[in-house]
């Protein structure tokens, strides 16, 4: 079946504007996840939703960050005010349940450059 | 915190060498145990994974046995081939955080 697919997969945007990046979950997932890899940090969590609970936002670096996840299907990331330093390939996982045994599967990343 | 620490890279090997990564982690509680692999140009892909102390996990001929006492995840591989080479990450989850925590990565190449 079809993995979890994210657009766009490369975004190049400039210092100070906004930008917004979306994730499409395996069908029938209830969890999903927003992951950054970046040069600098590394893999780092950034925020997950599991059904119709109140989002996990603990792992987004500030509050130019946000997300959103429609209907319990797709999500969208949504950075303002883009700096030098967001620049990363910022990653979308969904997985079947949210317990600690059930795998995490990955998107193809969305690369995104602030110039 | 939680937290995992991983071999230093870059690793370069022969075709056909014996392959460990070592992988350590510190954990609030129990975690599950994790390694996933990034191909070059692809995303990442779990290639292995243990929920409980002594499991092993196994997949492609690699395997990481989870060692509560030295709290290691180390992964093995008896005969790398050339489509090995890719960047491996080790990671954990303990419960209720729901949360990948990664290592910092190992890019392994390995030459013919």
């Known amino acids: 079946g079809a993995g979890v697919s994210q657009s766009p997969s490369n975004k190049v945007t400039e210092k100070g504007k906004d930008v917004e990046l979306r994730c499409d979950p395996i069908s029938g997932h209830t969890a999903l996840y927003w992951y950054r890899q970046s040069l600098g940090q590394g893999l780092e969590f950034l925020i997950y939703?599991?059904?119709?609970?109140?989002?996990?936002k603990s792992g987004l670096p500030s509050d130019r960050f946000s997300a959103e996840r429609t209907g319990g299907s797709v999500s969208t990331l949504t950075i303002q005010r883009t700096q030098q330093e967001d620049s990363a390939v910022y990653l979308c996982?969904?997985?079947?349940?949210?317990?600690?045994?059930?795998?995490?599967?990955f998107g193809p990343g969305t690369r995104l450059t602030v110039l | 915190g939680n937290s995992v620490t991983q071999m230093e890279g870059p690793v370069t090997l022969s075709e056909e060498a014996f392959l460990t990564i070592n992988c350590t982690y510190t954990?609030?509680?129990?975690?599950?145990l994790f390694w996933y692999v990034q191909y070059p140009g692809e995303g990442l892909q779990l290639l292995l994974k243990a929920t409980k102390a002594d499991d092993k996990g196994s997949n492609k001929g690699f395997e990481a046995t989870y060692r509560k006492e030295t709290t290691s995840f180390h992964l093995e591989k008896g005969s790398v081939q050339v489509s090995d080479s890719a960047v491996y990450f080790c990671a954990l989850i303990v419960g209720g955080a729901q949360k990948l925590v990664f290592g910092q990565g190992t890019r392994l190449t390995i030459n013919p």
């Open positions: 954990a609030t509680g129990y975690p599950s």
């Open positions: 939703f599991q059904g119709n609970s109140a989002p996990d």
């Open positions: 996982a969904s997985s079947l349940a949210a317990g600690e045994t059930d795998t995490q599967y």
